[in-house]
């Protein structure tokens, strides 16, 4: 029984390799003519930047603005196979996704380079005659885990945003009340407060410098962002700026708002601590469950390691308890 389930294991994976390896090997030449022409492209880029260095009338903060600007727009692709990938809608999200952690990659080299990674280790198993569920597992781990280091970059960094707020109001409101005008204002929340609100606000202010209007700009930023509470700020400053009235006096009251649903996000997070743990728990138990029942009686165990049939059974019951995790963070995910 096991030499039967050892030999068809092995025709599957001869049968993978011949479909798959020709796939992966033009995937691998595609990903090497793309940073090929990357670089090419960023010839431009780096004598933009040279230049920029030798200007000593630049201040820090402006240059690293500039740099910035630089920096972004570089990221665009114009042709090729990254603007292919650019037009897909997931690529836009991702690119959004990238811009709130503030990663320095467009999404289009992410994805090939992935992509890439994920080829490159399944040949590698491959060769390395490793079981076929090592091989798949592998190539699974460098395509998703790239991207969920990402997701909890962003998270992080937009609830340090949304912290910052209240008290980045409360200046702007004070810099406006001493006679600053809002672009001022917004030039001294970037010199004053640390990324990631400092950043945001100071690619503002360089927009609004280089021609661009101060609504775009602001508009852009809420884009950019896409916290309800930036949109609020941006819709009042727009309506201020229509209409006129006292911005100073908006920005306390906005201020105020945000600093209540601050301590309500707080309560709501104490009072979803137990589901939120008991989901971390059920996804922890199987996989503690199963190294000490490798431990403990390791002849029973081993059949799920050394059978395909028991090997597919670890990937499906893996996949099940990702999903179980991501039902149970959508259930007490409460939105404030």
């Not at 798949?136 to 970059?153: C, D, E, F």
């Amino acid at each position: 029984m096991l030499d039967y389930a050892a030999l068809a294991a092995g025709d599957l994976m001869e049968q993978v390799g011949i479909y798959a390896l020709p796939l992966i090997g033009s995937t691998m030449l595609a990903y090497a003519i793309f940073n090929l022409v990357g670089d090419l492209r960023k010839k431009d880029t780096r004598k933009i930047t040279d230049r920029l260095k030798d200007r000593g009338s630049l201040g820090g903060s402006q240059e690293r603005m500039v740099k910035e600007s630089i920096r972004r727009q570089s990221n665009k692709p114009n042709s090729g196979i990254g603007a292919l990938i650019t037009n897909l809608q997931f690529a836009s999200k991702l690119q959004r996704m990238l811009d709130q952690a503030n990663v320095q990659w467009s999404a289009a080299a992410l994805l090939v380079n992935i992509v890439g990674l994920s080829a490159l280790a399944f040949i590698a198993c491959y060769f390395l005659e490793l079981p076929l569920w090592v091989s798949i597992t592998a190539a699974v781990a460098l395509l998703i885990l790239p991207l969920v280091a990402i997701s909890v970059k962003r998270n992080m960094r937009m609830n340090k945003f949304m912290y910052q707020l209240p008290d980045v109001f409360e200046l702007m409101s004070q810099a406006l009340r001493a006679g600053h005008s809002l672009p001022n204002a917004i030039l001294l929340i970037s010199e004053q407060v640390p990324d990631p609100v400092g950043t945001e606000f100071g690619r503002v202010f360089h927009e609004q410098n280089l021609g661009i209007k101060m609504d775009d700009a602001l508009k852009g930023m809420a884009d950019r962002v896409g916290l309800m509470d930036v949109k609020f700020f941006v819709t009042a400053v727009l309506i201020q700026r229509a209409t006129g009235g006292d911005l100073a006096e908006v920005l306390d009251n906005i201020s105020g708002v945000i600093r209540g649903r601050i301590k309500l996000f707080g309560t709501v997070r104490a009072l979803t601590a137990e589901g939120r743990l008991s989901g971390w728990v059920l996804l922890a138990l199987p996989i503690i469950v199963f190294v000490l029942e490798l431990v403990v009686n390791p002849e029973y165990a081993q059949v799920l390691l050394d059978e395909p049939l028991g090997q597919y059974m670890l990937i499906g019951a893996g996949v099940a308890q990702l999903l179980g995790l991501i039902m149970i963070k959508k259930i007490v995910n409460i939105k404030v």
